[in-house]
């Protein structure tokens, strides 16, 4: 997974991921054109979704911005401050970063790194998924021009945060660019498992799913119901 574990001298773990993204934004240059806020929801919403999923709480979150403070740097950092609340971590999750004042900048270019932390590597839900459980798709793959805020297709953050409260639920990963496929093989595979696929899924298995847009399910067969009925969002099998 996209995931660094660090394990500190006190038992607990660290948990880091990133993200990048380049050549999207309102700059000249840029080949897919939203405002910069846009940029910073989604550049942050993608590590910190990886962080949550592991089961770890994040606890710092640093922005490197390839591009000036004002106007540009201000509105990505918009952006990433509203993810964070959307989150439920305003109160206990510490921002920081840097920008680039010695250049003119003509592309929009960010990264985004969180680091997270649990009391033990027990309390990592990586690796949890259990024989014979399903594999469900969360949300729908979309990338580039197709991704917007508030899309209802898509997940997001308060979606990963009710999914975490699910007692059935053994395991979650957010999918990135490689796609359904992939990440679902990989979700097994972490687990000692084996990924088997349905014959004719019902959503693209191989699509980029750009800035997490979709997550992946691990649970029971029964309960599959109760699983569309907590998120609201598009769900599909993919596989056990």
Same mark, same amino acid.
């Given at each position: ?31 897919? $054109? @939203?405002?910069?806020?846009?940029? #910073?929801?989604?550049? &942050?919403? *993608?590590? /910190?979704?990886? %962080? ?72 990592? $839900? @990586?690796?949890?998924?259990?024989? #014979?459980?399903?594999? &469900?798709? *969360?949300? /729908?793959?979309? %990338? ?90 598009? %769900? ?5």
């Amino acid at each position: 997974r996209d995931l660094t574990l660090a394990k500190m001298a006190d038992g607990s773990m660290l948990v880091i991921a990133c993200d990048s993204s380049g050549a999207i934004g309102p700059k000249d240059r840029d080949v897919v $054109k @939203v405002p910069g806020y846009i940029v #910073g929801r989604f550049t &942050a919403r *993608v590590p /910190l979704m990886e %962080v949550m999923a592991a089961g770890a709480t994040p606890m710092v979150l640093i922005n490197t911005l390839s591009v000036e403070m004002y106007p540009s740097g201000a509105e990505i950092l918009r952006g990433i401050r509203d993810e964070v609340l959307e989150a439920g971590l305003e109160s206990e999750l510490v921002i920081t970063g840097s920008t680039e004042e010695n250049m003119i900048t003509v592309q929009t270019a960010l990264g985004v790194t969180v680091i997270g932390s649990v009391p033990g590597q027990e309390k990592l $839900k @990586v690796g949890s998924s259990k024989p #014979g459980q399903l594999v &469900a798709c *969360v949300g /729908l793959p979309k %990338v580039g021009h197709e991704v917007r805020l508030g899309d209802p297709e898509i997940a997001d953050l308060v979606v990963l945060r009710r999914l975490l409260e699910l007692d059935y639920v053994s395991e979650i990963l957010p999918v990135g660019s490689r796609g359904v496929r992939y990440e679902a093989s990989l979700l097994a595979r972490t687990a000692g498992l084996v990924f088997e696929p349905i014959a004719i899924p019902t959503v693209n298995v191989e699509k980029s799913a750009g800035p997490a847009t979709c997550l992946l399910v691990s649970l029971p067969v029964e309960k599959i119901d109760k699983l569309r009925e907590a998120t609201g969002k598009p %769900v599909h099998l993919v596989g056990r």
